[in-house]
Protein backbone atom coordinates (compact mmCIF):
# COMPACT_ATOMS: atom_id res chain seq x y z
CA UNK A 1 0.00 0.00 0.00
CA UNK A 2 1.68 3.29 -0.78
CA UNK A 3 -0.74 5.39 0.72
CA UNK A 4 -1.83 7.40 -2.59
CA UNK A 5 -3.92 4.84 -3.73
CA UNK A 6 -7.38 6.00 -5.23
CA UNK A 7 -9.99 5.22 -2.44
CA UNK A 8 -11.91 3.14 -5.11
CA UNK A 9 -9.36 0.67 -5.20
CA UNK A 10 -9.64 -0.19 -1.71
CA UNK A 11 -12.98 -0.83 -1.83
CA UNK A 12 -12.43 -3.30 -4.99
CA UNK A 13 -9.77 -4.97 -3.22
CA UNK A 14 -12.38 -5.35 -0.18
CA UNK A 15 -14.73 -7.14 -2.42
CA UNK A 16 -12.57 -9.36 -4.35
CA UNK A 17 -10.55 -10.83 -1.05
CA UNK A 18 -13.35 -13.17 0.05
CA UNK A 19 -13.01 -15.22 -3.30
CA UNK A 20 -9.05 -15.23 -3.02
CA UNK A 21 -8.00 -15.68 0.72
CA UNK A 22 -6.95 -13.18 3.24
CA UNK A 23 -5.91 -9.78 2.17
CA UNK A 24 -3.12 -8.86 4.01
CA UNK A 25 -2.06 -5.41 3.67
CA UNK A 26 1.98 -4.67 3.53
CA UNK A 27 2.95 -0.79 3.85
CA UNK A 28 6.10 0.71 4.55
CA UNK A 29 4.06 3.72 5.78
CA UNK A 30 5.42 6.53 3.23
CA UNK A 31 4.16 7.91 0.11
CA UNK A 32 6.14 8.26 -3.16
CA UNK A 33 6.43 11.41 -2.17
CA UNK A 34 7.70 10.91 1.37
CA UNK A 35 10.12 8.89 -0.23
CA UNK A 36 11.49 10.97 -2.58
CA UNK A 37 11.89 13.58 0.04
CA UNK A 38 13.44 11.27 2.14
CA UNK A 39 15.72 10.34 -0.79
CA UNK A 40 16.26 13.79 -2.17
CA UNK A 41 15.81 11.91 -5.67
CA UNK A 42 12.20 11.98 -7.63
CA UNK A 43 11.60 8.69 -9.37
CA UNK A 44 11.50 8.48 -12.90
CA UNK A 45 11.06 5.83 -16.14
CA UNK A 46 14.55 4.76 -14.97
CA UNK A 47 15.06 4.66 -11.77
CA UNK A 48 11.63 3.83 -10.06
CA UNK A 49 12.90 3.89 -6.00
CA UNK A 50 8.79 4.33 -5.50
CA UNK A 51 8.28 0.71 -6.55
CA UNK A 52 11.24 -0.67 -5.95
CA UNK A 53 10.99 0.55 -1.86
CA UNK A 54 8.03 0.99 -1.45
CA UNK A 55 6.15 -2.33 -3.20
CA UNK A 56 9.29 -4.92 -4.14
CA UNK A 57 11.60 -4.57 -1.41
CA UNK A 58 8.75 -4.78 0.82
CA UNK A 59 7.04 -7.69 -0.58
CA UNK A 60 10.00 -9.50 -0.33
CA UNK A 61 11.22 -8.64 3.34
CA UNK A 62 7.25 -10.19 4.02
CA UNK A 63 7.62 -12.96 2.17
CA UNK A 64 11.45 -14.02 3.79
CA UNK A 65 9.67 -13.36 7.46
CA UNK A 66 6.38 -15.24 6.85
CA UNK A 67 6.79 -17.49 3.86
CA UNK A 68 8.60 -20.75 2.87
CA UNK A 69 9.99 -20.14 -0.82
CA UNK A 70 9.47 -24.02 -1.11
CA UNK A 71 5.47 -24.11 -1.30
CA UNK A 72 4.89 -20.34 -1.88
CA UNK A 73 4.46 -18.76 -5.23
CA UNK A 74 4.26 -14.97 -6.05
CA UNK A 75 1.69 -14.09 -8.52
CA UNK A 76 2.01 -11.02 -10.42
CA UNK A 77 -0.76 -8.96 -12.60
CA UNK A 78 1.42 -8.69 -15.72
CA UNK A 79 -0.37 -9.72 -18.94
CA UNK A 80 1.09 -10.81 -22.17
CA UNK A 81 1.56 -7.46 -24.18
CA UNK A 82 4.09 -6.93 -20.92
CA UNK A 83 5.90 -10.88 -20.81
CA UNK A 84 9.51 -9.25 -21.06
CA UNK A 85 8.40 -7.56 -17.70
CA UNK A 86 7.67 -11.08 -16.66
CA UNK A 87 10.46 -13.07 -17.69
CA UNK A 88 13.12 -10.35 -15.73
CA UNK A 89 10.64 -10.63 -12.79
CA UNK A 90 11.11 -14.66 -12.41
CA UNK A 91 14.75 -14.49 -11.68
CA UNK A 92 14.32 -11.27 -9.59
CA UNK A 93 12.23 -12.81 -7.22
CA UNK A 94 14.68 -16.41 -7.16
CA UNK A 95 14.22 -18.69 -4.64
CA UNK A 96 10.53 -18.04 -4.90
CA UNK A 97 8.58 -19.31 -8.08
CA UNK A 98 6.81 -16.98 -10.14
CA UNK A 99 3.37 -17.34 -11.96
CA UNK A 100 1.34 -14.29 -14.64
CA UNK A 101 -1.74 -16.43 -15.10
CA UNK A 102 -1.96 -13.44 -17.83
CA UNK A 103 0.61 -14.10 -19.77
CA UNK A 104 -0.52 -18.06 -20.20
CA UNK A 105 -3.61 -19.24 -23.03
CA UNK A 106 -6.53 -17.48 -23.42
CA UNK A 107 -4.54 -14.05 -24.09
CA UNK A 108 -7.18 -11.65 -22.85
CA UNK A 109 -7.37 -8.16 -23.67
CA UNK A 110 -7.84 -5.80 -20.41
CA UNK A 111 -11.15 -4.56 -22.42
CA UNK A 112 -11.90 -8.62 -22.17
CA UNK A 113 -10.53 -9.03 -18.45
CA UNK A 114 -13.24 -5.76 -17.45
CA UNK A 115 -16.18 -7.62 -19.61
CA UNK A 116 -15.25 -10.69 -17.34
CA UNK A 117 -15.62 -8.74 -14.25
CA UNK A 118 -18.49 -6.89 -14.74
CA UNK A 119 -19.89 -9.82 -15.27
CA UNK A 120 -19.93 -10.83 -11.86
CA UNK A 121 -21.24 -8.61 -8.44
CA UNK A 122 -17.65 -6.46 -7.82
CA UNK A 123 -17.64 -3.38 -9.96
CA UNK A 124 -14.04 -2.12 -11.50
CA UNK A 125 -12.15 0.35 -9.91
CA UNK A 126 -13.12 3.63 -11.07
CA UNK A 127 -10.22 4.93 -12.74
CA UNK A 128 -10.44 2.50 -15.63
CA UNK A 129 -13.57 3.64 -16.61
CA UNK A 130 -12.18 7.60 -16.21
CA UNK A 131 -9.82 6.62 -19.02
CA UNK A 132 -6.79 5.64 -16.98
CA UNK A 133 -4.37 2.77 -18.62
CA UNK A 134 -3.65 1.65 -14.96
CA UNK A 135 -4.92 1.83 -11.72
CA UNK A 136 -1.54 2.97 -9.69
CA UNK A 137 -0.74 5.70 -7.30
CA UNK A 138 -4.38 6.84 -7.57
CA UNK A 139 -4.12 7.79 -11.04
CA UNK A 140 -0.62 9.43 -11.19
CA UNK A 141 2.91 8.28 -11.81
CA UNK A 142 6.51 9.15 -12.11
CA UNK A 143 6.82 6.98 -15.07
CA UNK A 144 3.83 8.12 -17.13
CA UNK A 145 4.16 10.40 -20.34
CA UNK A 146 2.65 13.37 -21.02
CA UNK A 147 -0.73 12.10 -22.61
CA UNK A 148 -1.14 10.48 -19.40
CA UNK A 149 -0.48 13.80 -17.25
CA UNK A 150 -2.86 15.52 -19.20
CA UNK A 151 -5.40 13.30 -18.77
CA UNK A 152 -4.91 13.37 -15.04
CA UNK A 153 -5.03 17.27 -15.20
CA UNK A 154 -8.61 17.30 -16.90
CA UNK A 155 -9.84 13.79 -15.11
CA UNK A 156 -8.56 14.40 -11.40
CA UNK A 157 -7.37 18.12 -11.14
CA UNK A 158 -7.27 17.68 -6.97
CA UNK A 159 -4.82 14.72 -7.27
CA UNK A 160 -2.79 16.79 -10.26
CA UNK A 161 -2.82 19.87 -7.59
CA UNK A 162 -1.10 17.28 -4.97
CA UNK A 163 2.01 16.00 -7.74
CA UNK A 164 2.51 19.38 -8.68
CA UNK A 165 2.49 20.79 -5.17
CA UNK A 166 4.86 18.07 -3.97
CA UNK A 167 7.47 18.31 -6.55
CA UNK A 168 7.16 22.67 -5.92
CA UNK A 169 8.08 21.83 -2.52
CA UNK A 170 10.64 19.31 -3.43
CA UNK A 171 12.15 21.77 -5.48
CA UNK A 172 12.14 24.84 -3.19
CA UNK A 173 13.71 22.13 0.04
CA UNK A 174 16.61 20.67 -2.37
CA UNK A 175 17.48 23.61 -4.03
CA UNK A 176 18.74 21.94 -6.75
CA UNK A 177 16.47 22.87 -9.42
CA UNK A 178 20.15 22.91 -11.90
CA UNK A 179 19.75 19.21 -11.66
CA UNK A 180 16.65 18.64 -13.67
CA UNK A 181 16.55 14.95 -13.87
CA UNK A 182 16.65 14.26 -10.37
CA UNK A 183 14.22 17.38 -9.66
CA UNK A 184 11.58 16.82 -11.99
CA UNK A 185 8.88 13.89 -11.65
CA UNK A 186 8.84 13.63 -15.69
CA UNK A 187 11.12 14.36 -17.84
CA UNK A 188 8.26 16.19 -20.27
CA UNK A 189 10.49 17.97 -22.64
CA UNK A 190 12.87 15.14 -23.92
CA UNK A 191 9.48 13.34 -24.76
CA UNK A 192 8.70 15.86 -27.51
CA UNK A 193 12.41 16.10 -28.53
CA UNK A 194 13.80 18.81 -26.51
CA UNK A 195 17.15 18.74 -24.65
CA UNK A 196 15.91 19.85 -21.14
CA UNK A 197 13.60 18.28 -18.40
CA UNK A 198 10.05 20.24 -17.54
CA UNK A 199 9.10 20.66 -14.10
CA UNK A 200 5.25 19.57 -13.93
CA UNK A 201 4.23 23.90 -12.94
CA UNK A 202 5.82 24.40 -16.11
CA UNK A 203 3.84 22.01 -17.70
CA UNK A 204 0.73 22.91 -16.28
CA UNK A 205 1.52 26.43 -17.63
CA UNK A 206 1.49 24.67 -21.19
CA UNK A 207 -1.80 23.24 -20.64
CA UNK A 208 -3.77 26.34 -19.57
CA UNK A 209 -1.89 29.26 -20.87
CA UNK A 210 0.53 30.44 -23.25
CA UNK A 211 2.39 32.60 -21.00
CA UNK A 212 4.31 30.30 -18.19
CA UNK A 213 4.77 31.81 -15.13
CA UNK A 214 5.68 30.26 -11.43
CA UNK A 215 2.95 31.69 -10.10
CA UNK A 216 0.28 29.18 -9.27
CA UNK A 217 -3.09 29.53 -11.45
CA UNK A 218 -6.66 30.13 -10.36
CA UNK A 219 -8.35 27.41 -10.05
CA UNK A 220 -11.58 29.23 -12.37
CA UNK A 221 -8.01 29.48 -14.94
CA UNK A 222 -7.21 26.02 -14.26
CA UNK A 223 -10.10 24.35 -14.53
CA UNK A 224 -11.70 26.17 -17.32
CA UNK A 225 -13.55 24.07 -20.23
CA UNK A 226 -13.31 20.06 -19.53
CA UNK A 227 -11.00 20.86 -16.31
CA UNK A 228 -14.11 20.29 -13.65
CA UNK A 229 -12.87 20.34 -10.39
CA UNK A 230 -12.93 16.92 -8.55
CA UNK A 231 -13.13 17.04 -4.87
CA UNK A 232 -9.81 15.42 -2.99
CA UNK A 233 -10.01 11.48 -2.92
CA UNK A 234 -9.84 10.45 0.49
CA UNK A 235 -6.23 8.91 0.46
CA UNK A 236 -5.12 12.57 -0.43
CA UNK A 237 -6.12 14.27 2.71
Known amino acids: DTRIEDHDLYRFMAEVAPALGELVTVADGRTPWDLFDAEGFIGNTRVDLCSRVLKR?????????????????????IDWTEAHRFERARDRWLPWRVEAPLCEPPLLSKADMLAALEATSVRPPRLYAMGFPHNNCGGACVKAGVSHWTHLLRTLPAVYDVWEAREAAFRAATENNSSESRTNTKPFERIIGLSTSLPVWRFTCRLTT???????????????????PTPVPSTYT
Do not use: I
Not at 57 to 73: F, K
Not at 212 to 227: D, L
Open 57 to 77: DLLRRWLVEHRDPGTTSVYLG
Open 210 to 228: TKPSRARFSRSRRTAGPMS
